[in-house]
């Protein structure tokens, strides 16, 4: 047989207008939106910078408004040049353009109203606002890394919450709290693999309907046992805030990473510890393998089937621990369907960071961030409609998964039942 | 085959979830036994919006009159069933006529549409509605309330007691029942201002242009939370959540953010587990509005209700809750200021006006 030999001139000839190139051009229209209608829009008034989290006192540094705007455009613009002209750097320009494009309308919208900025609450509201989409993407990627979809986030996360509650309550410890939410998860986690497993039924219909039934089943529960005595079933109390002296102190990004919860503590360590565990360890490699060519796996003696149970169970733990958030963080009670859907953005959150436990966290900051801002330009009164600031979020959460992203590939037999052949 | 038996625990769960949702529904809460459909014979049935029976706020006070009504005339019976989505309106109303109910309860403005529609296709039931007018129909009863007018005296009190000369505000949703609040609040701060010579500033709301911070639900105090956060971050340390259940989110973290709340609707000293954080409450007295309907509708069965109730600082149908934990902190002078303050709204030698104000 002899083989296809292309010669270069019957090759397709290659695009100017690659997928690279037309990013750097929309970049080049923000950079230009920015520059020029930014900094006309803009007064020639202060926007007051404050490293801590009060607006009241501590460091703080002032950008006059037009000058801020032009200059943060004329960077926007450049990296999108530069990626227009080349090509290349694609991840590094994209991520430059859009930060500088962003602080320019920052500067824009903050000057307008002469208000000031607490970097340091911001970055704190960012943190906690990612903490449950970390948990959640944590938990998609490790599941969907052995190649069963978890579309069930949500309903891991509300039972864990419910799990914490409950149980917290009536152990009276917050250990105990964790401990329930992270066995509530699993059990979620523990109908999911049986039945992609055992019973092959497609499992985004599965994870549906796991969602259906944690609403269903807490919201019943919630009804008939917690209202009933509130003080007995739902009064978990909150969980402590811990703050690492010294650290914390760190302008900006100290509040936020190094004072907070349990919960803030323990997703950071998982990006971490998830990341050298699936690129660095023979169990992540035999995951990564499973998710991949769960056959090939097979023929040299990996269990493909013991390993997607074991994999989906513990991100049913993952997802319930951080469950917990919703009724021991930022309550301390728990509520019908408190999850509110985030459960979903968790998922878009890890396809955004494409099936890696980096990006994953990286996508789900960048949500957070998102959600701090809206909150702060309508607090700043800014002239956007509040209804536009609200929809923030999610549009950026839409333009990062549907556009930025590309293409990007989940692992190959991902969603696909393994029936041994 | 394994696939086909698997679909049927599908569905199984599926249903199961749905059903379990559905009874949580419907069940009268456990706490009112004896609410037997046999004990009374003039059936009284609220429907609560999307916030639920226990938001700790008009739902909750609402069902509160309910019971106090059939408290006090044993021929009524009460019951209700829960709303989880805007859509669930319209069944649960037009539910509640195939049920038999002689009085419907709807709570909240966000009903109105629905209510105008089962109520205009049944003109002999008496419909009633918490927080919207009589939506132009004879068998809808109003009942209203110029909540302006007490949070008026909650934002004289913000100001005065504020320390970082900042207080702060955030809403559930941009409506009438919402921003009446946030109205009367700020030209509380105003007014604060102008008889004292100072700048305390409101964070979360302009009266004028009427904008201001939202969470867009009722429900999930994470992203009431976030709000109170913002507000305290930009100095605030009196904070007025008119956000339902989302504004527990801020009082659960109030102690250790070292702000104070001044709860809405219900008394957030008693209705609330966070009672140290508690500097008062804008309190509309739907539970005063809602027993007085339903005596009224029992006690002239087959009658139509005429009028309306209309909740004033006059009758009590909004007021200031008391200090509670707070009374040793707030000055005196304040205090008798606010108290003359009130007087001179009842007297109408003050106007407060908003402009979602009952018409």
Request: hydrophobic share 50%; glycine share 12%; net charge positive.
């Amino acid at each position: 047989m002899t083989s296809a030999v292309i010669t270069p001139e019957l090759a397709l000839p290659a695009s100017f207008w690659t997928r690279e190139r037309k990013t750097g051009a929309v970049l080049v229209a923000l950079g230009l939106v920015a520059s020029v209608w930014f900094t006309l829009a803009s007064p020639s008034s202060p926007a007051t910078f404050y490293l801590g989290t009060s607006t009241q006192s501590g460091a703080n540094f002032e950008i006059d408004g037009k000058i801020g705007c032009l200059v943060f455009g004329l960077i926007a613009l450049a990296a999108g040049a530069i990626l227009l002209a080349t090509g290349k750097h694609y991840g590094l320009l994209v991520s430059i353009s859009l930060a500088a494009f962003v602080l320019s309308a920052l500067i824009w919208q903050v000057s307008t109203v002469h208000g000031s900025v607490p970097l340091g609450s911001l970055s704190t509201i960012t943190m906690e606002a990612s903490l449950p989409l970390i948990f959640g993407a944590l938990a998609g990627v490790m599941c969907e890394r052995s190649g069963v979809v978890n579309v069930a986030i949500e309903g891991q996360l509300l039972t864990g919450a419910f799990f914490a509650a409950l149980f917290g309550t009536i152990a009276g410890s917050y250990w105990a709290a964790l401990g329930a939410a992270a066995i509530g998860g699993a059990l979620i986690s523990l109908i999911l693999a049986w039945l992609a497993i055992r019973f092959l039924v497609d499992q985004v219909v599965i994870g549906i309907v796991l969602n259906t039934f944690a609403l269903g089943l807490t919201g019943f529960f919630y009804e008939q046992v917690m209202r009933t005595d509130t003080e007995a079933y739902n009064n978990p109390g909150g969980l402590p805030h811990w703050t690492i002296p010294g650290l914390s102190k760190i302008p900006i990004v100290g509040p936020a990473i190094f004072s907070g919860t349990l919960l803030t503590y323990v997703a950071l360590a998982l990006v971490v510890v998830l990341t050298i565990a699936l690129f660095r360890t023979r169990w992540g490699l035999r995951t990564r393998a499973v998710g991949e060519h769960p056959a090939a796996a097979d023929t040299v003696g990996i269990k493909v089937l013991g390993l997607r149970y074991v994999n989906v169970l513990v991100a049913g733990l993952i997802a319930g621990f951080g469950g917990a958030y919703f009724s021991m963080v930022t309550a301390t009670s728990f509520t019908k369907n408190i999850t509110g859907g985030l459960g979903f953005i968790a998922l878009a959150a890890m396809i955004f960071g494409r099936w890696n436990p980096v990006g994953a966290f990286l996508a789900a900051v960048f949500f957070g961030f998102a959600k701090a801002l809206s909150s702060l330009l309508q607090a700043l009164q800014s002239p956007i409609p509040s209804e536009f600031l609200a929809m923030l979020p999610y549009i950026a959460t839409i333009f990062a998964v549907a556009g930025l992203v590309g293409r990007v590939r989940a692992p190959a037999a991902d969603g696909k039942p393994y029936v041994k052949g | 085959m394994r696939t086909t038996r698997g679909m049927k625990l599908i569905a199984l769960a599926a249903s199961a979830g749905l059903a379990f949702g559905a009874a949580a529904c419907s069940k009268p809460p456990a706490e009112t036994p004896g609410t037997g459909q046999s004990a009374g014979t003039y059936k009284a049935c609220m429907v609560t919006d999307t916030g639920g029976i226990d938001d700790r706020s008009f739902n909750a006070s609402s069902w509160a009159g309910m019971e106090a009504a059939k408290a006090a005339n044993s021929n009524i019976a009460t019951s209700y069933t829960a709303s989880t989505a805007m859509s669930d309106y319209d069944p649960n109303l037009a539910n509640s006529v195939t049920k038999g109910c002689n009085y419907i309860q709807s709570v909240g403005g966000l009903m109105g549409d629905a209510t105008k529609k089962v109520a205009g296709a049944n003109p002999n039931t008496q419909f009633s509605i918490v927080d919207a007018d009589n939506l132009g129909l004879k068998n809808v009863f109003p009942i209203q309330f110029e909540t302006q007018q007490a949070a008026f005296l909650a934002g004289y009190l913000a100001a005065g007691f504020s320390k970082t000369g900042k207080v702060g505000t955030y809403g559930g949703l941009p409506i009438g029942p919402v921003t009446i609040f946030m109205d009367g609040f700020a030209d509380g701060v105003a007014h604060f201002n102008k008889v004292k010579g100072k700048n305390v500033q409101v964070l979360g709301w302009d009266k004028a242009t009427q904008k201001g911070l939202f969470t867009n639900d009722f429900v999930k105090q994470e992203a009431g939370k976030q709000q109170s956060d913002t507000l305290v971050a930009q100095g605030a340390d009196v904070i007025l959540p008119v956000a339902g259940g989302a504004g527990l989110g801020s009082a659960a973290a109030a102690k250790a953010g070292n702000y104070s709340i001044i709860w809405v609707d219900a008394d957030g000293y008693e209705t609330t587990p966070y009672k140290d954080v508690m500097l008062s409450t804008v309190i509309k007295n739907s539970k005063d509005g809602v027993k007085e309907a339903l005596s009224k509708a029992a006690g002239q069965k087959g009658t139509l209700l005429t009028g309306g109730f209309l909740g004033t600082l006059a009758n009590n149908g909004v007021s200031l809750a008391p200090y509670h934990d707070f009374d040793s902190k707030v000055d005196p002078a304040l205090k008798s200021e606010i108290e003359a303050l009130k007087a001179d709204i009842i007297s109408g030698k003050i106007k407060v006006t908003s402009a979602a104000q009952p018409k």
